[in-house]
């Protein structure tokens, strides 16, 4: 069986770090075991919804490279739904209720107030044929409860939290349609898995009572409608949690769009969240293919993974120093070469910051202010300059023999004159880019000639 996993976003809003996370797994998972990775957009509240989160969405997947094999709107499937609906009405299992908010929210307040669970006390399910059409003649619509099934617990064994039961007495039979037809999310959302073949549910653990009452939905559905189709697995990962261990508002607003903007690089956020809350060491892993053999969901932990910016900064800095050109060659200025970016690769933090060392390449770099001994020193190296294979070896092997210096006093005067800084790339591959002409014109403007 093809492993088919999904990741269903509301597009109510912009994703945060949590959802990449999510996607993230749930193409690994995908890939892991050869299978589809689909994008489900779960478009059905109309009045929240918006076209331009749902391009925002594609982008930023596009953007981390964990590119959909399928995509799918609930809002283009209601059709679905309504049969789905019927059918489980047909066999029982959804059933009209006509509390008002305030009544629901007053039941809850008494059930509460008695020390009881405050769980929907399924009133409805009481009314005669009479009362019912009172009701209606009122002019109240109703709404739609799904039924529970109270006769045996909710049982799964989930991917990272193992064994789980629920007695079903214990929740509420939930609202499945509104008074308007409008649907909540649970319903459709079964019938969208058993539709599409999900095999795999992979979500964060504030779903996991929506689970106990998905899996009702799915063994009912199964019955009504779907008897080709089998019940999904579901594993709920821990929760993120910033750095400072608590739930942060800052966290929920962090996006593709603010790590792009700090110059991070997707395989870093990728390597990062791909093994964060997990017993595997979050390692500056560049090749997806590695991430996604190691990837195993029995590794993953039940206490909430911390994700921390600092650490994906140190990430980013040993990703970058992987990159190779053709990656960042479209960013580059023209005239740039892959000597030139492996040379300097090794002392970049951010790849953006690439552009002030081409600009210390191609010059003019800053002048630095040296001792009177160092100007007649690097005027000596103008001199002594000769161009080679390794002009670097060659000069500063020169320089050691005539003058006797070594270590810092040979190479640190020779670096500021010839850069403009104290430290930097490695001279030997960097002198051969500024070039011969060049080289000897900064040499000599730092001796003052
Ligand atoms: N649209 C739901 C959400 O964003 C999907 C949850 C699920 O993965 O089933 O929470």
Known sequence: MTTITRFAPSPTGRLHVGNIRTALHNWMLAKKHGGRFLLRIDDTDAERSREEYVDAIRADLAWLGLEPDGEARQSQRLELYDAAFEALKAAGRIYPAYETAQELELKRKIRLGRGKPPVYDRGALSLSDEERAAKEAEGIAPHWRFKLDHDAPIEWNDGVRGPQKFDPAQLSDPVVRRADGGWLYMLPSAVDDLDMGVTDVLRGED???????????????????????????????????????????????????HFRAQGYEPEALVAML????????????????????????????????????????????????????????????????????????????????????????????????????????????????????????????????????????????????????????????????????????????????
């Open 207 to 257: 779903h996991v009572s929506n689970t106990a009452v998905q899996i009702q939905m799915f063994t009912a559905l199964i019955a009504a409608r779907y008897a080709a189709a089998k019940m999904p697995s579901f594993a709920h990962e821990a929760l993120l949690v910033g750095s400072e261990g608590k739930l942060s508002k800052r966290l929920g607003s962090l996006g593709c769009d």
């Open 274 to 449: 791909a093994r964060l809350g997990t017993s595997q060491p979050v390692e500056p892993i560049a090749d997806r293919a590695l991430l996604v053999d190691t990837f195993d969901l029995s590794t993953f932990g039940r206490a909430p993974a911390k994700f921390d910016e600092t650490e994906l900064h140190r990430i980013n800095a040993q990703i970058v120093h992987q990159l190779p050109f053709e990656r960042v060659r479209g960013y580059l200025p023209s005239g740039f070469t892959e000597a030139a970016w492996l040379a300097i690769r090794p002392n970049l933090e951010k790849a953006s910051e690439v552009i002030d060392w081409w600009q210390v390449v191609t010059g003019p770099v800053e002048r630095t202010e040296l001792s009177d001994e160092d100007r007649a020193y690097v005027g000596e190296a103008a001199g002594a300059l000769e161009w080679g294979d390794n002009p670097w070896g060659q000069l500063t092997g020169a320089l050691k023999d005539s003058t006797g210096r070594k270590g810092k006093a040979l190479f640190l005067p020779l670096r500021l004159a010839l850069t403009g800084r104290a430290s930097g790339p490695d001279m030997g591959a960097l002198l051969p880019l500024i070039g011969e002409d060049e080289a000897r014109a900064r040499l000599e403007r730092a001796a003052g000639r």
